[in-house]
């Protein structure tokens, strides 16, 4: 079972920011295509950002200006910066590697946008 670990999921209140990482080991950071995705209650699961062909990122259209992607290269990690949260940011975020044709999905952090 590969292995992702995602933390920095809480409460905030709209307009505010968090932080997202996610920690995996060194060969599937070197391997795998890294991104980013949310689950409302009710709703199907949706990209939030990725890694596509290296440092190149892609965004939802929701987010976009609002969060971004990044790597630490010493750290095996990704990380979700989320700027300027709404109440409809509301959702179980995921970290996802896709290698050799397969995903692989972290167990999710909460994140929950509210006054």
């Known amino acids: 079972q590969e292995q992702l670990v995602e933390s920095g999921g809480g409460l905030v209140q709209p307009g505010g920011s968090l932080r997202l990482s996610c920690a995996t080991s060194?060969?599937?950071?070197?391997?795998?295509?890294m991104g980013w995705y949310r689950q409302a209650p009710g709703e199907q699961r949706e990209m939030v950002a990725t890694f596509i062909n290296g440092e190149i990122t892609n965004y939802g259209d929701s987010v976009k200006g609002r969060f971004t992607i990044s790597r630490d290269n010493t750290k095996n990690t990704v990380y979700l910066q989320m700027n300027n949260l709404k109440p409809e940011d509301t959702a179980v975020y995921y970290c996802k590697a896709r290698f050799y044709a397969i995903d692989y999905w972290g167990q999710g952090t909460q994140v929950t946008v509210s006054s």
């Open positions: 060194a060969y599937i950071f070197s391997v795998a295509t």
